[in-house]
C-alpha cells in the first residue's frame, strides 16, 4: 500500500506557473499507473493527467493539453504535475492518486485505489 502526500498548491495569477508535487511513501512509485485529478467547488472530481508505471507514456485532459506535464522522479519516488499558463478555470483542488493496474493509463477516478489529500491551487484573473 502507497501513502500520498501532495504539496506545491498555491495562489497565482493567470498566466502564471506552479509545480505541484506528490510525495509517495511505502511502496515505489514505479508499482503503479500515476495520475493527477482535480476537483472545482460544486463540481465533479475530473481527471487531469496519468502517467505509466515507467513514465514513457503520458495521458492529458484536453483542456489542459499543453500546459500541464507530469512527470516522475523515481529516486524522490515523487510524481510531478508543472504547470504552466495557468487560467481562472484551473482552480481547483487538485489530488494525485495511484492505480494499481498498471497497464493502461485511465481517466476514471474510480479506478484508482489511493489517494493524497489534496493541494488548493487557485488562479486570479
Known amino acids: 500500500q502507497v501513502r500520498l502526500v501532495e504539496s506545491g498548491g498555491g495562489l497565482v495569477q493567470a498566466g502564471g506557473s506552479l509545480r505541484l508535487s506528490c510525495a509517495a511513501s511505502?511502496?515505489?512509485?514505479?508499482?503503479?499507473?500515476m495520475g493527477w485529478f482535480r476537483q472545482a467547488p460544486g463540481k465533479e472530481r475530473e481527471f487531469v493527467a496519468a502517467i505509466n508505471w515507467s513514465g514513457d507514456r503520458t495521458f492529458y485532459a484536453d483542456s489542459v493539453k499543453g500546459r500541464f506535464t507530469i512527470s516522475m522522479d523515481y529516486a524522490k519516488n515523487t510524481v510531478y504535475l508543472q504547470m504552466n499558463s495557468l487560467k481562472p478555470m484551473d482552480t481547483a483542488i487538485y489530488y494525485c492518486?495511484?492505480?494499481?493496474?498498471?497497464?493502461?493509463?485511465?481517466?476514471?477516478?474510480?479506478?484508482?485505489?489511493?489517494w493524497g489529500q489534496g493541494t488548493q491551487v487557485t488562479v486570479s484573473s
Open positions: 511505502g511502496r515505489s512509485i514505479s508499482s503503479y499507473t
Open positions: 492518486a495511484a492505480d494499481e493496474d498498471i497497464a493502461t493509463l485511465r481517466d476514471n477516478s474510480h479506478e484508482y485505489d489511493y
